[in-house]
């Protein structure tokens, strides 16, 4: 598939076919992700793939402290969001509301629960980042994970990162042995995507162009 068709095209998935991803398959998106630029090439990602039964236990384990804890998605803000930040928010669960009705799915719930099962991918993904790195490096974790989007698209999969997890990140640790000099930043659902689900029938839109950029000449 062509790289502008992909960008154009890719959507966050949120409803997965149960159907495995074969090992090459993941190796080879990785193996092309790795790619990426770092500063100065230091390439400070590492990855979690948890497939199968493990996939599931991390799964149970997640949900169970979600329930628990009743740590929820937010936008990580430290201080109140200009105007035009929470309209973008408020049109895309404005969008998203109506399929869930359809599936009698509360849109929290859906959101939070689905967050800590990968809303069901045969996959997860965790991208984690040594602690000796300063947070700068997280710009870094951003565009490998762009780069994983792009190219698991291109091989006919689904993805949608998952912010949440980071909140449970002890349980995550144990789960699968993590050492505790690596921080989890973020995970990634991956799959094919199931689009008999009306979950995944809407698109959320990106705002212009002007809104975004200033020109200096």
Sequence with gaps: MELL?????????????PDEIP???????LAHSIKAPSAINLQPWEFYVVSG??????????????KERQISCS???????????????????????PYLEKLGLEFNRFIN???????????AIIICLDNSFSKARLVDIGIILGFITLIACDYGLGTCPIGLISAYEDDIK?????????DVVIGMAIGYPDWTNPVNEFKTPRDTIDNFVKWIE
Excluded: W
């Excluded at 039964?53 to 979600?66: I, M, N, Q, V």
């Excluded at 803000?77 to 509301?97: C, D, H, Q, W, Y």
């Design 5 to 17: 068709k992909v960008i154009n095209e890719r959507k966050s998935i949120r409803a997965f076919k």
């Design 174 to 182: 144990e789960m699968l042995n993590i050492p505790d000099n690596k």
């Design 53 to 66: 039964e493990e996939k599931a236990r991390l799964s149970r384990r997640l949900l169970k402290s979600y």
């Design 113 to 123: 629960e689905g967050s800590c099962n990968f809303y069901g991918a045969p996959t």
């Design 23 to 29: 090992h090459q398959i993941l190796e080879n998106i």
């Design 75 to 97: 936008p990580g803000n430290i201080k109140p969001l200009e105007e035009k930040f929470t309209k973008r928010g408020v049109a895309s669960f404005e969008l998203m509301n």
